[in-house]
């Protein structure tokens, strides 16, 4: 069974910086075949693509919004995945999900995804 475990969230003011973790545990699974996403869930909204990384050549993807202040990236020896969050605004507070999916060819949307994290909530305080 795999299963991927978020940290890193917590509150933190406008215009700091956090980093957010993904790790994956599983004996039968392998990240580097995985391409993964990062999404996040405010209140009364639907889940929101983040940013995606593509297993075979490192390839992201960001929604508009936090493009030049989030950074996705991995560490397949450490099968764990990050998201680098930079000058935070109130509109980033959310819980935040890592998620794995085989097919990359519809990263932005969370119906595609196979294996979900439980989330970490991200509060910025303005």
């Known amino acids: 069974q795999v299963h991927l475990v978020e940290s890193g969230g917590g509150l933190v003011q406008a215009g700091d910086s956090l980093r957010l973790s993904c790790a994956v545990s599983?004996?039968?699974?392998?990240?580097?075949?995985?391409?993964m996403g990062w999404f996040r869930q405010a209140p009364g909204k639907e889940r929101e693509f983040v940013a995606s990384?593509?297993?075979?050549?490192?390839?992201?993807h960001y929604v508009e919004s936090v493009k030049g202040r989030f950074t996705i990236s991995r560490d397949n020896a450490k099968s764990t995945v990050y998201l680098q969050m930079n000058a935070v605004k109130a509109e980033d507070t959310a819980v935040y999900y890592c998620?794995?999916?085989?097919?990359?060819?519809?990263?932005?949307?969370?119906?595609?995804?196979?294996?979900w994290g439980q989330g970490t909530q991200v509060t910025v305080s303005t």
């Open positions: 998620a794995a999916v085989l097919d990359y060819r519809l990263y932005y949307d969370p119906g595609s995804y196979d294996i």
């Open positions: 990384i593509r297993w075979s050549d490192g390839n992201t």
């Open positions: 599983g004996r039968t699974f392998s990240l580097s075949r995985y391409n």
